[in-house]
């Protein structure tokens, strides 16, 4: 009965993040999204560290909805490179999802995995298209829109 509660759940989540995706279509709406999987990676953190798992798993469901909304932005503006990014972003929130899933969660393998998250799937990105800091504020790289 738990597992068909958990497997409800994250079916449940997934739907809900392909329905409640938002049209991301200016670079205005984008850099709202950036700042929010920002928010949304920092608490996910701090929940792992924290050992509240059901908080990560809430923003982790923030970041798979952001990141549906990414998907059509790169789609749209036909950067298949960015959509392999952010392809390779979901399949790793979608083992992050397994591992805080567990009836008992491996904290450490939870923070390698979120770790991993942001470093290739945020890195990659902002290492092909963006420029600037957390302090000055990033922009897309000159030509990338």
Known sequence: ??????CASALGVLLGAGVLAQNVTTVEEYAQL??????AVGGMNKAIGSGTYADA?????TLR??????QGFWTDKKRDDAVVIV????????ALDKTLSAATVDQMAA???AKEFGGA???ACHKLY???DAQSGFKFKAGVI
Do not use: I
């Open 34 to 39: 950036m700042k929010a999987n920002a928010q």
């Open 65 to 70: 909805k952001n990141y549906m909304a990414l």
């Open 87 to 94: 392809k390779d972003g979901l399949t790793r929130l979608d």
């Open 130 to 132: 963006r420029e600037g």
């Open 111 to 113: 923070q390698a995995a």
């Open 1 to 6: 009965m738990r597992q068909f509660l958990l």
């Open 57 to 61: 798993r809430m923003s982790l469901a």
């Open 121 to 123: 799937t945020c890195g």
